[in-house]
């Protein structure tokens, strides 16, 4: 089965501060590498969606890096706040097995005030 | 509704009695999703709806679970004889594309299944 590797776990960082999160995968036909958002007893919403044609993206405080040769992607949070503090989620589809969409196993921010 | 409806949003049940958890998905769209999630856990992957394509049942964890949509619409997620390691937040998304042409996958707020 492949994978979505996901990390840190767990973050807290300080308000103002730039908390990094990293995601690492194997299938090289993904061409969709969304980051989710996850707020406590809410499903995840789409926060910010890269396509492996450029290498950055950037949307309000929230970037994405996609390093293709590395196969990875990373969201950057600038100027963190406390509202922030969430459990984030990349995703990448995969064809094996069929088509489907997979999630890495979350990271837990917390953005202290 | 606008979005992903879920229904119930909460359920107790006995262990060793059945439950049906329920999906409206966003009108259209093709691709369906349910994922369970596990307190302070990741998102596990259970079953896949495309269109009208054979579904995608990999993550089902056992044959006490199944699932079905009628009419490329409606979802329903089957647990039979719960057990408590089912106790968990099943969470269903549905998305306007699916397969390699993959784009956003709405949420709905999530089923909150406690067997006890």
């Known amino acids: 089965q492949q994978q979505v590797k996901q990390s840190p776990q767990s973050l807290i960082v300080q308000k103002g501060g730039i908390p990094i999160i990293n995601c690492a995968y194997e299938?090289?036909?993904?061409?969709?590498f969304p980051w989710y958002q996850q707020f406590p007893g809410k499903g995840p919403a789409l926060l910010i969606a890269?396509?492996?044609?450029?290498s950055e993206k950037k949307e309000g405080r929230f970037t994405i890096s996609f390093n293709k040769s590395a196969k990875q992607f990373s969201l950057h949070i600038m100027d963190s706040q406390p509202g922030d503090s969430a459990t984030y989620f990349c995703?990448?589809?995969?064809?094996?097995?069929?088509?489907?969409?997979?999630f890495g196993a979350g990271t837990r921010l917390f953005v202290k005030a | 509704g606008a979005g992903v409806s879920q229904s119930p949003s909460n359920k107790v049940t006995e262990k060793g009695k059945d439950v049906e958890l329920r999906c409206d998905p966003i009108?259209?769209?093709?691709?369906l999703y349910w994922y369970r999630q596990s307190l302070g856990q990741g998102l596990e992957f259970l079953i896949y709806f495309q269109g009208n394509s054979a579904p995608d049942k990999s993550g089902l964890p056992s044959d006490r679970f199944s699932a079905e949509r009628t009419g490329g619409s409606v979802s329903t997620l089957t647990i039979q004889r719960t057990q408590q390691e089912d106790s968990a937040v099943y969470l269903c998304?549905?998305?306007?594309?699916?397969?390699?042409?993959?784009?956003?996958?709405?949420f709905g707020q999530g089923t909150r299944l406690t067997v006890v």
């Open positions: 009108s259209g769209h093709t691709a």
């Open positions: 890269i396509r492996p044609d450029v």
């Open positions: 995703a990448a589809p995969t064809n094996t097995g069929g088509f489907k969409t997979i």
């Open positions: 299938n090289t036909a993904f061409d969709y």
């Open positions: 998304a549905s998305s306007l594309l699916g397969g390699a042409r993959n784009t956003e996958a709405f």
